[in-house]
């Protein structure tokens, strides 16, 4: 256990629905990020959320759109998503700046 | 934008000996990590090293960082098949400092 909690921890939806991931962390840090992890790709920084605030945007699909309703909170709502969409997807925070992160155990997503 | 690239993409050693893994990066640094990932789950902290330092140990891991070739070294030494995993630096970004860019990752397998 890293002290950061993904839900859920597979899912499998059709490109016309509507889900959304959840990321929860009692750390006590004030930086928050999603991460995409596909197949024989590194890791795809998406998302920065530093005390609430959004500070990347990593040119990420507005089909994709992450909230921060508070430090320890973070969620990424898909919609209308395609199936090279399909990956897993990965939720850290840390401290301050980009010291020591602290990674869930991400979300699989199939999109069919 | 991808920031680190490890090489070997892929090391297959024998259980006991050392296995070492390189990453070179592109632009200026304030600290360098290196992650493990066991299969299909989240990253796991191993070690960070600053940039004004050169070397630095933790248990069976020795991490160097030479600033001037831009690239780092993870040595782990009298390997144990529970060390097979995808090993992974990551960089911050002096522009952003919450912006933490990983490589493309070495697959280790350690053979019994």
């Known amino acids: 256990e890293t002290g950061v909690t993904q839900t859920p921890r597979h899912l499998v939806m059709g490109m016309t629905n509507k889900k959304s991931l959840k990321c929860e962390q009692h750390?006590?840090?004030?930086?928050m990020y999603w991460y995409k992890q596909s197949a024989k790709k590194p890791l795809e920084l998406m998302f920065v959320?530093?005390?609430?605030?959004?500070?990347e945007n990593n040119s990420v699909p507005s089909r994709f759109s992450p909230e921060c309703p508070n430090s320890s909170h973070l969620f990424l709502h898909l919609h209308t998503l395609q199936p090279e969409d399909s990956a897993l997807y990965l939720c850290a925070s840390s401290q301050e700046g980009a010291t020591e992160a602290f990674f869930g155990q991400g979300t699989r997503l199939t999109v069919v | 934008s991808q920031q680190g690239e490890e090489d070997p993409q892929a090391l297959s050693i024998q259980e006991g000996e050392n296995a070492t893994m390189n990453c070179s990066y592109k632009?200026?640094?304030?600290?360098l990590q290196w992650y493990r990932q066991n299969s299909g789950r989240g990253l796991v902290h191993l070690i960070l090293i600053r940039s004004n330092e050169r070397e630095k140990h933790s248990g069976r891991l020795r991490v160097t960082l030479d600033t001037s070739k831009k690239s780092s070294s993870l040595l782990i030494t009298a390997s144990r098949a529970a060390d097979t995993a995808s090993y992974f630096c990551a960089t911050d970004d002096a522009d952003s400092s919450y912006k933490l860019i990983f490589g493309s990752g070495t697959r280790l397998l350690v053979r019994p």
């Open positions: 632009t200026s640094i304030n600290n």
């Open positions: 959320y530093n005390f609430k605030e959004q500070t």
């Open positions: 750390l006590g840090h004030n930086a």
